[in-house]
């Protein structure tokens, strides 16, 4: 199990390796990359802004992780946040789940990237030609995060 808070980019395939190195127990493992959209909207974005305070940000994420577990029969799990300017295209976030049986690994992926899009302490700021906005929170992430209450 672990959480990474990082700038720098990440090689999914190499992840999951480390992930399932020396392990012959794993009968499914799930992945969620999570990518920077080219729209904001209908605005055309130029780049993300990802912000968050050091400790507090990789304590709130083990928390998270710690609940999927505790929901879950996990193995193993990563997750990788990314934070700094990122631009269309680029990976912000990796979810990694290992479990016996699909079922458990697929539901606490699920249930990891609902509960970052709506409880992990970052900020997001898109670039537009418009110019540069806070991203607020929508009411959709908390629709998805409802389900798992």
């Known amino acids: 199990m672990a959480v990474r808070v990082q ?17 012959t127990d794993l009968g499914a493992v799930v992945t969620f990359t ?9 605005n055309p974005i130029s780049a993300m802004e990802l912000e968050h305070y050091p ?11 710690a609940e999927a577990q505790r929901r879950w029969p996990l193995q193993a799990s990563l997750i990788i946040h990314r934070h700094g ?10 979810v990694a789940t290992a479990s016996p049986h699909r ?11 609902d509960y970052l ?5 970052f900020w ?3 670039e537009t030609g ?9 009411e959709t992430d908390e629709d998805a995060l409802s389900r798992w209450r």
């Open 7 to 23: 700038v720098s980019d990440f090689d999914m395939g190499a992840e999951v390796a480390l992930l399932r190195r020396g392990r």
């Open 55 to 65: 400790g507090m940000t990789e304590k709130s994420l083990e928390a998270i992780e």
């Open 124 to 126: 997001k700021k898109e």
């Open 130 to 138: 418009r110019g540069d906005s806070w991203v607020d929170a929508r």
């Open 34 to 42: 999570g990518l920077v959209r080219d729209l904001a909207g209908d």
């Open 85 to 94: 300017r990122l631009a269309p295209g680029d990976q912000i976030v990796l």
């Open 103 to 113: 079922a458990a690994a697929f539901e606490s992926a699920e249930f990891l990237m």
């Open 117 to 121: 899009k709506s409880r992990a302490p």
